[in-house]
């Protein structure tokens, strides 16, 4: 754990420096990092909120509903905002794990529409295994969630859904991001899975 | 020889760009002193440097993949996938991996250290993706790398034969389709070694379970809804709804079909349960003539009972006990299902790639529901565009008169041409060819090719008499054929011909088959040959196999790309217990199947081809054991 700590340390750190340039200072690298804003990346609206919307730090995660380490700290994650009870949490949708990710994003993004993000994520956060559509389906089923309903939902808003998916794929890639999870807490990226303790210091830096 | 695969450099750039921002930061912040290295050790690797892929040409052709998985790091054996540039997927031959038990992501397969793929060998270049994870860390998305075309040289030049190669001629003990050890075998001539594929029945369980699977199939089925396993099915079905005559709505018409096709894919299902409980493939075991012949007799009773009720006149009695079988009130259904079941075992016994995977997937795994299943559901797929005949066709065909009277004729005739054509199996062929005529003379006569014409006839007249006088010209071609020894229905005269040795025919290069039918003739042809060489499952009663010959074998490419090699045609027309040792031990499930082995006599991975295969599927394939 040393080792883990000593980097969050660092990021901690960097953090603090950083925060007044923003996340503009992680990203600037060619044309396309230029149009990209600390705004854009923390606040954008059409991106579902949990936690505290009105919460001091924004903590961002990109992640993919089947990547194993997003869904295994998915419950201390949660635990920690919710003990925390002061944080802006952003799940952002980015499907790395082919067909069955995409639907789950689908399906979760159009339940936004329908105030029921927050039960849809949760769900197929608590799914465990590899997804396929008659899992996932079942697993929302489960949750008293009427797919169809969310697919309709989707399919109203899909040129929204779509964009927002692709926004945060290319974010992801101008920020240098190597896959899922990844977490931005106040303006400090952390590249990888982290646990309860990470993540309290990493709020704790984002607050000082 | 080896390549490295061309990195995305931009990708690369923005990354580096990134952390040189971030030292930059800490340089500036102070806290960064003497801990550059922190980053090298917890910062997750760009996945190219986690996953070293390195590409070589192995001498038995394709393209064999090594990655070099960095500490901590794991590659899923699942995500691995590769695909030509114009998108057709690649199997790629993989060793089985670590199970990683991971409580929210189950069981899955995952290499450390290293990984191993075998392609085929495949036109242009080729794109390979792959995902990984770091241990604890992060997922990666997919990386595609794209490799450059393999040029043939490489992949046979002998100076490209890896260090370790094992002589020839060494141990050759080891049985066939021994799983994974084909490379490392080395092979005597006269014996051969299978290739050990994923059967695509294992895939799709492995990706999505049951469901997947029925799904599959049933789509597969769908696919072959209009080969011509399932084509002879439409005239039936056709002939069991005109049978019904007047009064028939969408919805009896429906069910009919629907009774038909649910016996169909039984009996397909069928065909999984027989296969394991005794290892056959029951729809060859069925080409006997006893059961041949009975089904021809059935066609002829159905055709008789379509001219008989307004036409021949048959004795009351006689009415009643035939239409049982599918075409009267009574029983409809009964024979709706007698049919259907025959037909799938008999009428279109094909050997197509779903098929031979569902088989062999029970004959490997013991797993007969699920590959019965995958059988039903295939059946069901087939059945679709039948349904959707016996539904609205229905309501096309003529209520009542005259006009029904001559559609049930034409089908009468189908029904004889069934018959006739199921007979010529069994029959030698000229007399399958004296069957034709006289069936060409009775469709003659009944179309009023004799009948006699006036001034005042009309036009519709005119035509039924002309098209009877044709077919009576044909029967009569027919019947001169088969009196001169012809037997192909298509080419009669062919006996009269005299031999062409002239320059018209020495510029046609037919391709030669030595005919083999047991497993001690095709060893010894094998061991008499160092060339690679193709086996083709073929029989008379195979239905693309027709297909195969008009389309495949008469192809100038793949007629080039077979010269040199030895071609065998491995003649499953005559059943019996050789030919079925022949099918287990080339692991087939029956004709039509394509078996290519390099000169070594082994099965190159990825290149066996059952169903029918067009022109350059075979080509490829042939490309890969050269």
């Known amino acids: ?208 | 020889m080896k390549r490295r695969a061309p990195y995305s450099s931009l990708y690369r750039h923005a990354i580096g760009e990134a952390f040189r921002t971030l030292a930059m930061l800490l340089l500036l912040t102070g806290v960064a002193a003497a801990q550059e290295t922190v980053f090298a050790q917890g910062e997750p690797m760009d996945p190219r440097e986690a996953f070293e892929l390195t590409v070589t040409a192995p001498p038995e052709g394709g393209r064999l993949l090594r990655w070099k998985i960095a500490e901590g790091y794991y590659l899923y054996r699942d995500y691995l996938s590769a695909k030509t540039a114009d998108g057709a997927s690649l199997p790629l031959e993989t060793d089985q991996g670590v199970a990683k038990e991971d409580p929210t992501f189950g069981t899955v397969e995952v290499y450390y250290d290293s990984a191993e793929a075998r392609m085929p060998a495949a036109a242009g270049p080729v794109q390979v993706t792959y995902q990984g994870c770091q241990e604890d860390g992060i997922c990666y998305p997919p990386v595609t790398e794209e490799l450059p075309a393999l040029s043939q040289a490489s992949s046979w030049s002998a100076t490209n034969a890896p260090a370790g190669e094992p002589p020839v001629g060494g141990d050759a003990s080891a049985p066939p389709a021994e799983p994974g050890e084909a490379d490392a075998e080395t092979v005597k001539a006269g014996t051969f070694t299978l290739a050990d594929d994923a059967g695509m029945l294992g895939g799709l369980r492995d990706r999505g379970g049951a469901t997947r699977v029925l799904l599959g199939f049933f789509g597969f089925g769908l696919l072959l809804a209009f080969t011509p396993c399932v084509l002879p099915m439409f005239p039936i079905l056709a002939g069991l709804l005109a049978g019904q005559g007047e009064g028939m709505g969408a919805r009896r018409g429906f069910a009919l079909s629907a009774v038909y096709v649910v016996a169909m894919a039984s009996a397909l299902s069928l065909l999984g349960i027989v296969a394991a409980w005794s290892g056959q493939n029951l729809q060859i075991v069925l080409q006997s003539p006893w059961a041949v012949g009975a089904v021809a007799v059935i066609f002829v009773a159905l055709a008789l009972s379509m001219f008989g009720l307004y036409d021949l006149r048959l004795p009351e009695a006689w009415n009643a006990s035939l239409s049982g079988a599918g075409s009267g009130r009574r029983g409809t259904f009964g024979g709706a299902a007698v049919l259907g079941f025959t037909s799938a075992l008999i009428m279109g016994p094909c050997v197509t790639a779903p098929l031979a995977g569902a088989l062999l997937y029970i004959a490997q795994t013991g797993d007969v529901a699920l590959g019965a299943g995958a059988l039903f559901a295939l059946g069901l797929g087939q059945g679709v565009p039948l349904l959707a005949m016996g539904a609205f066709g229905a309501r096309v065909l003529p209520r009542a008169g005259a006009w029904m009277d001559r559609v049930k004729l034409v089908f009468g005739f189908a029904f004889l041409a069934m018959a006739a054509w199921l007979a010529g199996r069994i029959v030698p062929p000229a007399a399958g060819l004296a069957l034709w005529a006289a069936l060409l003379v009775l469709a003659g006569v009944f179309a009023g090719g004799l009948d006699r014409l006036d001034a005042a006839s009309g036009a519709g007249a005119r035509m039924r008499k002309a098209a009877g006088l044709v077919a009576l010209l044909s029967a009569a071609l027919l019947g001169l054929g088969a009196a001169s020894g012809g037997d192909d229905p298509l080419r009669p005269l062919a006996g009269l011909r005299v031999p062409a040795g002239g320059s018209a025919e020495a510029g046609q290069t037919e391709l030669v088959f030595t005919t083999v039918t047991t497993v001690p003739e095709l060893e010894a042809v094998l061991g008499g040959s160092d060339a690679p060489t193709m086996i083709y499952f073929t029989a008379d009663w195979c239905v693309t196999c027709r297909v195969i010959e008009r389309r495949v074998w008469s192809d100038r490419g793949v007629q080039e790309a077979l010269s040199g090699m030895t071609v065998i045609a491995a003649d499953l027309s005559d059943f019996d217990a050789g030919s079925q040792n022949l099918l287990d031990q080339l692991n087939s499930v029956g004709p039509p199947t394509m078996i290519f082995l390099d000169a070594r006599g082994r099965e190159a991975a990825g290149t066996r081809l059952v169903g029918e295969p067009g022109p350059e599927d075979v080509i490829a394939s042939v490309r890969a054991v050269r």
């Open chain 1, 1 to 208: 754990m040393t080792r883990l700590n000593r980097r969050h340390l660092l990021l901690g750190g960097l953090a603090t420096a950083g925060s007044a340039a923003g996340l503009l200072l992680f990203s600037r690298n060619g044309a396309t990092a230029q149009d990209l804003t600390r705004e854009d990346v923390l606040f954008d609206p059409d991106n579902p909120e949990l936690g505290n919307p009105e919460g001091d730090v924004t903590l961002v995660e990109f992640f993919d509903y089947q990547c194993p380490y997003c869904k295994a700290n998915h419950p201390i994650l949660t635990d920690v905002v919710a003990a925390d009870g002061n944080i802006r949490l952003v799940m952002k949708d980015w499907p790395i794990f082919g067909a069955p990710s995409v639907r789950a994003a689908q399906l979760a993004l159009g339940a936004a529409s329908l105030d029921a993000y927050e039960t849809a994520n949760a769900t197929l956060m608590a799914t465990e295994g590899r997804l396929d559509d008659a899992l996932i389906d079942e697993a929302l089923e489960d949750a008293g969630l009427d797919v169809a309903d969310l697919q309709a939902a989707y399919q109203n808003d899909r040129n929204k859904w779509d964009g927002l998916i692709a926004r945060n794929g290319r974010q992801a890639s101008i920020l240098g991001l190597r896959g899922t999870p990844a977490f931005i807490v106040g303006t400090a990226l952390y590249p990888g899975a982290m646990d309860g303790e990470a993540l309290r210091e990493a709020i704790e830096m984002a607050r000082s």
